[in-house]
Each structure stands twice: as structure tokens, then as C-alpha cells.
């Protein structure tokens, strides 16, 4: 009985590990805590052909114990949240599909990255992102959100799902109930939303009463305080079953699978903490507890879920009926299929997928007021803030890959423009800061690539030190920046700077577009 037990309560977690094959750590927990997903970063990832070899392997671990296939998910969202970014066709980020303004092209791209993730072993998405980013102030969603107002959010974000979802993957809508309207990451600590139930409703809620009509699989959890639902302010979404069952299934209709976000973010781990935390998520309605990193703590987790249960702190009906959600969520194509997918990729990086995303990205690029190209007899100095230290979100800079740096200096030399560049990091250090106003001192053309800088006070004092008359600005993650240097000769927003949404704005500044 207790092994019975066992076994059901492990099918509740999705836990994550670092290496590139099956290592000890993800072993154990599959063969001997039976847990019924992963979840996998870019410290998992090197080529498509090796994910693909990954994912077979862990469902063929998963095999020996157990007749249900592994979850296995990715936040491949699109723009600077692709886990998996070499090898498959780059998707813009979420809010380049509006500026774009095409819905119909939002869901061919989507169902092409959903197709792409299939084929390589993935057979959940957490994504898309439902978020209203109503907040220019927020530092967590950005252009991960398809806009700024529920009803683009429900246009473009209901879009994706359908593309997504038309590929056989199971897709995940996040994160509930908004996390758009914060000023606070909640990787780094608890976020509260203060506006009152009519609001909520029409705003926050709006996407994902949409995502329920339209048959979403899954939905993530906020770890966001939401006062008008929940009277408890020291208790976010994630842990409160005012949210997650009378609000979402019993006001909003909602039967699918609930899985929390990550209980190592900050708002949970350094609160309740995480074994705590798990029991508290599945009192409340979450089906699926997701812990990403560390061994001890999911083991820890898991086996305080276990005791929870035989004490009856948590009711074995309430365990039967999440596990009576998650069987029905694995019954989509990508779970069902895993051993006839051919181990080798087919079909990435189509010419026909290339070409979209290559006219989504053009279609995307802003440019906000007056604006000239840049003159190719005189030297450019290129200034390029660029993401180095690795975040929740953006993992770039520690991809076990070579990849291509977040930077115009290939291109612009390309497109036949004397560069040199000075590269600073995202945080704009002092000293870096300094350092760049003392390269660029004298430049004739200044080309400067931010990279969220209305957050950072050192890129800020950067572009209040350079002479707007001499200044290109591209803003290479959040538009906002624009409104920094409403002088500068060209200002250009790509909603993303890696490779394929910096290429529009290389072509825009040497005046070949």
C-alpha cells in the first residue's frame, strides 16, 4: 500500500536536473520516486539531435517502472526564452507577434515551433504566456506577453495556443491568474496585485477564460498575492485554493491540469519554503509541482507530500483527482507517440519556416520617430549591453553552445560598415559605463544596443552621456528604452537581440530596407 502510495505522489512532480545525458540525480527520481515529468533548461541542451537522444532516454528510463509516459517540458516561449535556440527556426518573442500585426502568421509560426519541439522529444510547452503586461515597470514579462491589453493578449496569445496545440503537444497557459500588472520578479520575491475582482476579471482574467474556451491543456500558476481573491496577503496564487479552486475551477469552469510554477523562486523558497510548499500547492488545486534544480530539496519535497498524505493533511481523493487530470493531459499525440518519433529530427529549420519567421522579424521591427540611416563613408561605434550573467529567463551567456553573442557587429561589418565595438553587461557597472563613454568619445555615428534599460541606472547614465545628435538607438529587449534619447537620429525596437531579430534592424541602419 505504501509503495502504491508512493508511486501515485511521485506522478505529481516535474523536476529538472544539469547534464546533457540522464545523469544519477534524474535516474533516482524517476526509477525510485516515480516522478511523472521534466523540465528541461538550456544547461540541457546542446543540439536538437542530442535533446531528441535525451528525451528518448529518459522516457526509456521511465519505461522500466512505469507504463505512463514522462511529461517532458520546455519554456520555449520565442524571442530571448528559446531553452533550445541552435538547430530549430527562431520565433520571435511573444510581443514582435502585434507589432508584426498578423494573427494568422502568430499561428502558423507557433504550430511550426510546436511541430519542431515534438520532433526533438518535447511533448509540453509552458507557453504560451497570457500575461496583460499593463506594466511598463515590470521586470519579469516584458515581450514575453503578447501585448498590452487583454484584447490583443486574447487575439494573438489564443493564436499561438491553436498553433501550438495543433501540433500534438500539450501547451500551457501562463501564469495565473496575470502576472503583467507587477513591478517585482518573483524569482526574487513575493509580487502582489492590488486591483479589485471587476478589474481582475476584466483585465487579468480575461486570457485565460479564453484559453479555457479554447481547450488549453494546462495552466501555470502566479506565485503573485491577488487580495481580492485571497484575504491572506502572505499567501500568493500558487498555495491558494481561494485562486486555484474556487476561482479557477469553480467560478472560471476550468477542468484541465494545474501545475505550479517553480517552487525554488524566491516568493516561495524563502517564504513558506519548498517541502512546505508542495504540500501547500496541492491543497490548494495544484495537479503538478514543479521543482527545477535541486535534488535535495525535490527528494525533500516529495517525501514531505508522502507524509502529508498518510497523515491526511492532504485527502488521498484530492491526490486521485490530480492524478486523474494529469492521465488525461498525457493522452495528447506527443506523450502517446514517443517510440515511433524518430530519433533523428526530420523536418527542422524548414525553408518555409525560415522565410516566416524571417518576415515576422522584418514586419516587427519598430522605429519611433524621425530616422536616417547610417552613413557607410564614416566609422560606426557600436556599443552592445549584453546579457552575461545567467537568469531565470535568459540563459544565453551559459549555454553549454558556442553560440552567436547578442550582437550587430557581424552583420553591420556584413553589410559593409567600419565598426568597432565595446561590449558592458546588462547590470552597466560603473566602470564599464566609463569605459564605453571614453570609446565612444569622439565618434561621429554612436550605434548603442540596451538591453532593459529603463531598469538599469548605469545603461541609463550611458545613453544621458552620449550626444543624441550623433546616436542610433536600438532597444533590444524592451521597446521602453526608445523613451530614453527622444533625440537620437534612428530609434529602433527589435522586442528581442539575438541573431534573427537583430538582422532587421542591421538592414534598417545601413539603409538597405
Given amino acids: 500500500m505504501e509503495q502504491e502510495l508512493r508511486e501515485k505522489v511521485g506522478q505529481l512532480f516535474m523536476v529538472g536536473f544539469d547534464a546533457l545525458q540522464a545523469n544519477d540525480h534524474i535516474k533516482a527520481l524517476i526509477?525510485?520516486?516515480?516522478?511523472?515529468?521534466?523540465?528541461?533548461?538550456?544547461?540541457?541542451?546542446?543540439?536538437?539531435?542530442?535533446?531528441?537522444?535525451?528525451?528518448?532516454?529518459?522516457?526509456?528510463?521511465n519505461a522500466e517502472v512505469s507504463d505512463t509516459p514522462l511529461l517532458i517540458s520546455i519554456d520555449q516561449e520565442g524571442g530571448m526564452v528559446m531553452r533550445i535556440e541552435q538547430g530549430v527556426t527562431p520565433i520571435p518573442a511573444a510581443m514582435a507577434f502585434q507589432a508584426a500585426g498578423s494573427v494568422a502568421d502568430c499561428e502558423r509560426m507557433n504550430r511550426v515551433s510546436g511541430d519542431e519541439m515534438r520532433q526533438i522529444g518535447i511533448n509540453m510547452l509552458l507557453a504560451p504566456v497570457l500575461d496583460v503586461n499593463n506594466n511598463r515597470l515590470n521586470p519579469v514579462i516584458g515581450v514575453r506577453a503578447y501585448g498590452e491589453d487583454a484584447a490583443t493578449v486574447i487575439e494573438y496569445g489564443t493564436a499561438a495556443m491553436r498553433g501550438q496545440r495543433a501540433s500534438g503537444i500539450a501547451v500551457t497557459a501562463k501564469h495565473f491568474p496575470g502576472h503583467g500588472d507587477t513591478a517585482v520578479d518573483t524569482h526574487y520575491a513575493m509580487a502582489l496585485v492590488p486591483h479589485d475582482k471587476e478589474r481582475l476579471h476584466a483585465v487579468e482574467l480575461a486570457p485565460f477564460r479564453a484559453a479555457i474556451a479554447g481547450g488549453v491543456d494546462a495552466?501555470?500558476?502566479?506565485?503573485?498575492?491577488?487580495?481580492?481573491?485571497?484575504?491572506?496577503?502572505?499567501?500568493?496564487?500558487?498555495?491558494?485554493?481561494?485562486?486555484?479552486?474556487?476561482?479557477?475551477?469553480?467560478?472560471?469552469?476550468?477542468?484541465?491540469?494545474?501545475?505550479?510554477?517553480?517552487?525554488?523562486?524566491?516568493?516561495?523558497?524563502?517564504?513558506?519554503?519548498?517541502?512546505?510548499?508542495?504540500?501547500?500547492?496541492?491543497?490548494?488545486?495544484?495537479?503538478?509541482?514543479?521543482?527545477?534544480?535541486?535534488?535535495?530539496?525535490?527528494?525533500?519535497?516529495?517525501?514531505?507530500?508522502?507524509?502529508?498524505?498518510?497523515?491526511?493533511e492532504i485527502e488521498i481523493a484530492r491526490i486521485d483527482e490530480a492524478l486523474a487530470r494529469i492521465a488525461e493531459l498525457k493522452r495528447v499525440q506527443a506523450v502517446q507517440d514517443w517510440r515511433e518519433r524518430p530519433v533523428a529530427p526530420p523536418a527542422l529549420m524548414q525553408p518555409e519556416a525560415m522565410a516566416l519567421s524571417h518576415k515576422l522579424q522584418k514586419a516587427a521591427l519598430r522605429v519611433q520617430g524621425t530616422f536616417r540611416a547610417l552613413d557607410a563613408s564614416q566609422p560606426v561605434t557600436l556599443l552592445t549591453v549584453e546579457v552575461r550573467s545567467r537568469s531565470e529567463i535568459d540563459e544565453v551567456a551559459l549555454g553549454r553552445n558556442k553560440e552567436a553573442r547578442s550582437s550587430m557587429l557581424p552583420a553591420l561589418l556584413e553589410a559593409g560598415l567600419d565598426v568597432r565595438e565595446y561590449a558592458l553587461s546588462a547590470e552597466a557597472l560603473d566602470d564599464e559605463v566609463d569605459a564605453a563613454i571614453a570609446f565612444a568619445q569622439g565618434a561621429q555615428q554612436i550605434v548603442l544596443q540596451t538591453y532593459n534599460a529603463m531598469f538599469v541606472d548605469g545603461q541609463r547614465r550611458l545613453v544621458g552621456a552620449l550626444p543624441h545628435d550623433k546616436l542610433w538607438l536600438v532597444a533590444g529587449r524592451l521597446p521602453y528604452d526608445l523613451d530614453l534619447a527622444p533625440d537620437a537620429q534612428g530609434r529602433l525596437a527589435s522586442f528581442g537581440c539575438r541573431p534573427a531579430a537583430l538582422a532587421p534592424v542591421v538592414e534598417k541602419l545601413a539603409g538597405k530596407a
Fill in 31 to 61: 526509477r525510485q520516486k516515480k516522478v511523472g515529468g521534466v523540465i528541461l533548461f538550456r544547461r540541457n541542451v546542446h543540439t536538437p539531435a542530442q535533446v531528441s537522444s535525451l528525451c528518448r532516454e529518459l522516457q526509456e528510463i
Fill in 219 to 312: 495552466i501555470m500558476t502566479a506565485h503573485v498575492v491577488f487580495p481580492a481573491f485571497e484575504a491572506d496577503t502572505s499567501v500568493p496564487a500558487t498555495l491558494s485554493k481561494a485562486v486555484l479552486t474556487d476561482l479557477l475551477r469553480g467560478e472560471m469552469g476550468y477542468r484541465g491540469v494545474v501545475i505550479s510554477d517553480c517552487l525554488e523562486m524566491a516568493a516561495i523558497s524563502e517564504g513558506i519554503g519548498i517541502p512546505k510548499g508542495a504540500i501547500a500547492t496541492l491543497q490548494a488545486g495544484a495537479d503538478i509541482v514543479l521543482i527545477s534544480h535541486r535534488e535535495e530539496q525535490q527528494h525533500a519535497a516529495i517525501e514531505a507530500v508522502l507524509q502529508a498524505v498518510e497523515k491526511g
